[in-house]
C-alpha cells in the first residue's frame, strides 16, 4: 500500500474472487475505502488488513451508495440483495 494517499469517497465492492481480489486491492492502493461482501467471508481478510470494511450482506454494501462495483455478479447474490 502507497502511504499517505487521501481517502476518497467509498465504494461497495461485491464479489472477491480471483479477480474481485485484485480490483478491490488496486482501489485500496489508489486511497479509496471499500465497504465488501462476499459469500465467503475469508476472502477479504487480506483487503481488511489494508482498511476494507466487511459488511454482512449485499443489500448493506450498497446503501448509501453513489458507486457499487459487481464482480462475479451472481443471481443470488443479487437476489438477496434486492436488485
Excluded at 485500496?28 to 489494508?50: D, H, I, P, Q
Excluded at 482498511?51 to 454494501?61: E, F, K, N, Q
Amino acid at each position: 500500500m502507497q502511504e499517505n494517499v487521501p481517502i476518497r469517497e467509498t465504494i461497495g465492492f461485491i464479489g472477491l474472487g480471483g479477480m474481485g481480489v485484485a480490483i478491490a486491492t488496486n482501489l485500496l492502493r489508489a486511497g479509496f475505502a471499500l465497504r465488501v461482501y462476499n459469500r465467503t467471508a475469508e476472502k477479504a481478510r487480506s483487503l481488511l488488513e489494508y482498511g476494507a470494511a466487511l459488511v454482512r450482506s449485499p443489500a448493506t454494501v450498497a446503501k448509501g451508495r453513489e458507486n457499487s462495483d459487481w464482480a462475479g455478479f451472481a443471481r443470488k447474490v443479487s437476489e438477496s440483495a434486492g436488485l
